[in-house]
């Protein structure tokens, strides 16, 4: 019979956090595969658990998963946990449970501290709806074409930055998004914890002290794409608008099908506007 695979969350920085069940699992399962073991073993020592631990880490993800897959599949218990938070979320973690699942292996989530959900919580922004992007790419093309691509994403939107990148993250999103609210929060659970709350331009003007992992929690778009655009077409003529779809190669059918559906209009009325041109 196959083990199981358990998705045990830690302690983002404040021990106390650690739930009765994911230390009742640490204890019962015969691995523990961690991001580093190092770390893991002293969280483990803190609350006296002595279990057999594999590193699991990014670089070495792909192979590690199937080796432990393969001892899954040998009956053997095994828990994933990363550095702090919950696995597979900005950690290691995705790549072995696809397989796992694959196999037919049961996956059991243990939940506990997430940083991106406490910071959210407490940001005071919108809860309704949010996207997590996690961490951006450090090439900084990629960086622009990620925040030109969620320009107007309406949904708040949540990222991790490390501190040493944070002021260029900043200054990236306030010329891309424009000057929208924010919130940091940096040192979740831990001694130092600290929001700082303002405006883009406001937090990077007074931005002193850079130091530990901050979730950067940042207003959605007051406007959609689609409400864009629809004022943008609104400003243009039939015309222009035609010359608009043209040029991205759409035949005269499906152009006018288009200027209707954005001028809320029937398409026999833009059909006849040209077919008298």
Known sequence: MAGKLYLVATPIGNLEDMTLRALRVLKEVDIIAAEDTRHTLGLLNHFEISKPLISYYKQIEATRSAELVEKLKLGKNIALVSDAGTPGISDPGEQIVKIAIEEGIEVVPIPGACAMINGLIASGMSTKEFEFIGFLSTAKKEKIEKLEEIKYDTRTLIFYEAPHKLKATLSAMLEILGDRKVVLARELTKIHEEFLRGNLSEILANLQEIKGEFVIILE?????????ELEHFNEMTLDEQY??????GLSKKEIIKKIAKDRNVN??????????K
Do not use: P
């Open 267 to 276: 398409k026999n009325e833009i059909y006849q506007y040209f077919l008298e």
């Open 243 to 248: 010359d608009f779809y043209e040029k991205q």
């Open 220 to 228: 959605g778009s007051n406007q959609s794409k689609k409400e864009v």
